[in-house]
């Protein structure tokens, strides 16, 4: 877990395994999957549907940019440092005075016709088996 902060701040990254057998790629991709399981970002991410979440910050960020610091405690807080990494962008930033302009429906409908304006970020795995020959590093 020595770099799970790195990772967690990712909104998308790859991991490529390289040995010279395959007989542990299934097992470095299952410890890959529980690595990614336990970055707090990702319990976040799927503890909501992404609309929800994209609502979620919505309600924070507009609360921290009226200075309406009683309703933010340190927990509130942390989320919205999280949920600034996942919706960072200029279509986030149209959305949030979509938001604060019309309100959520607006917003929800338009989420609706266009659903990959909410994803998350990506994770890929992936392996590469290398020719080994013993002669190679001399």
């Not at 990959?116 to 590469?128: I, W, Y």
Request: glycine content about 2%; proline content about 2%; aromatic content about 14%.
């Amino acid at each position: 877990m020595q770099y799970a902060q790195l990772f967690d701040h990712l909104k998308t990254f790859r991991v490529v395994y390289v040995a010279t057998k395959d007989n542990r790629f299934s097992w470095a991709e299952r410890l890959f999957r529980r690595f990614v399981r336990a970055l707090p970002s990702y319990q976040a991410a799927s503890a909501l549907p992404s609309n929800d979440r994209l609502l979620v910050y919505f309600q924070l960020e507009d609360a921290f940019r009226r200075k309406d610091f009683a309703s933010l405690d340190m927990s509130k807080l942390d989320e919205l440092k999280r949920l600034r990494i996942e919706f960072s962008g200029v279509q986030t930033e149209r959305l949030l005075k979509v938001w604060q302009e019309a309100g959520k429906d607006d917003v929800l409908g338009y989420l609706n016709q266009n659903p990959k304006n909410t994803s998350s970020g990506e994770v890929h795995f992936s392996t590469c088996r290398l020719a080994w020959k013993k002669d190679a590093l001399r």
